[in-house]
Nanobody, 114 residues
Framework: QVQLVESGGGLVQPGGSLRLSCAAS????????MGWYRQPLGKQRELVAH???????NYADSVKGRFTISRDNAKNAVYLQMNSLKPEDTAVYYC????????WGQGTQVTVSS
């Protein structure tokens, strides 16, 4: 089992940046495809980016060119650099496996507003 703890969210103005971090426990982390998900209030959770164990990435069209996912297997960590943020990026952000889903963490709130 892998436990996940997200951090780094906050309130930011449109056009601003945030860097989210996800700390994962467990020895299986480094072999797993990891993803960042988001869930706007009242809407379904969606996968916005994922990264393979060897660093290949893929993004949802809505964030392509603005968000960058990365990982540090030595630290059991996954990151999401978010630039040029828009109000529609407002959501609770979660990390989890992109193929194997573990128990969800508490997430981290990102609010983009002027």
């Amino acid at each position: 089992q892998v436990q996940l703890v997200e951090s780094g969210g906050g309130l930011v103005q449109p056009g601003g940046s945030l860097r989210l971090s996800c700390a994962a426990s467990g020895s299986l982390f480094r072999f797993k495809v990891m993803g960042w998900y988001r869930q706007p209030l009242g809407k379904q959770r969606e996968l916005v980016a994922h990264i393979t164990s060897d660093g290949r990435t893929n993004y949802a069209d809505s964030v392509k060119g603005r968000f960058t996912i990365s990982r540090d297997n030595a630290k059991n960590a996954v990151y999401l650099q978010m630039n040029s943020l828009k109000p529609e990026d407002t959501a609770v952000y979660y990390c989890n496996g992109a193929q194997t889903i573990w128990a969800w963490g508490q997430g981290t709130q990102v609010t983009v507003s002027s």
